[in-house]
C-alpha cells in the first residue's frame, strides 16, 4: 500500500473510532448550554427587585437563584447608575454566583456539561464588566470596590489553568489588592488577605508564588476572621508544606469546631468540610478526619437540597452526577 493511501486509510480509521464519540460529546456540551438558561423575571419596582435578589442570594446551593439575583442587582444597578453601593453589591453577587459554576465546573471531571458552565460565564462576565465601568466612573479608588474587581476578574476567567494569561490576570489582581489594603488595611474584612495568601501559595515561584507570603497573609487574614473555615482550610496546607505538623493539625481541630455557617454560605461550608476531610486522610489524621465526616453529614442531613460534590461519573458510563451526587442520567 502507498504511503499516502495508508495515510488516507488510517484517518478514515481514526474517524470511524472517534466521530461517535466527538458526536456524544458535542451533543452533550449542545444540551448542557441549553441548560444554562433559566427563568428570571424582574419584579416592576426597585425595592422588589432588591428583595427578591437577597432571597435568591442566599440559595447558595443554587446555580439558577444565584445567577438570577446576579441578574436582578444588574438590572436594579442599571436603574441606579449613580449609587455606587448598588453597583458594588451587584459586583458581589456576580463573584458568588461565578464562584459557584466555577465550583461546579471543577466537579464536571469528564466535562460532561462544560457548554453550560462557559455559557454562564460569558453572561454573568459581560454584566461584571459593565457594572465594573459603571463603578469606576464613580469611585475608581474605592478600597472596597478594588477588591471586589480584583477578585471577580480572576473568577470570571473560569478554572485557572496556570497559563500565561491566567497567570497575568492574578499578577494583576495581586497588584489591586496590595493597593486595596495600603488604602484600607481591614477593608471587606480579611477577603483582600485571604485571596493574596491563596494566591501567592497557588502561583509557581517562577510567577510570583511565595510560601512565606502566602503564610503572612493568611495568618493576618486568620486574626481578623479566625471562624473562617476557607483560611482555616488554607493554613492546614501551608503549615503542611512547611512540615509543621503540630501546626497543622491545631487548624484541622479548629475546624471541626467552626461556627455554624449562615445559610448563603452553607454550600461553600460543606465543600471546605469535604477538602479537610481529604487533608485528615491525608495527614494521617484519622480521629479528626470521622469528626469533620460527622459534621459534614450532619449538616448535609439537616439541608438536603446541598450539593453532595460527588465525582463518580464519565461520559457513556452511567452512574451518580458528578455535580449533584444524585442518579439522575
Known sequence: MKSHHFINYMFSMLAMLFLPQLSLALQFNEDAAKSAEYDCPIPSTESGIRVKAEQLHLNSHSKNDLGC???LLYALANRQKKNFDTQLTAIEYHYDYMQHVNALSAFDIARIAEGEWLA???KAATQFNEIRQRAANLKPNDPKFLILTAITSVESRGLIRYTK???QAIQRAISQLKEAIQKKPNALNAVALKALGRWHYDLPAISGGNMQKAREYLEKAYRLDPGNIELLRYLVEVYDQELEENKARKMLSRITKAPQPSKEKRQ???D?????IG???RLGHGKLQKQLVARRNKLL???PELLTRFIEASVGHFGEHPITGKRDY
Open 69 to 71: 439575583a446576579a441578574d
Open 120 to 122: 454562564r460565564l460569558e
Open 165 to 167: 494569561d491566567d497567570i
Open 268 to 270: 461553600l461550608f460543606v
Open 272 to 276: 471546605e468540610l469535604r477538602n479537610a
Open 279 to 281: 487533608l485528615a486522610e
Open 301 to 303: 442531613n439537616a439541608h
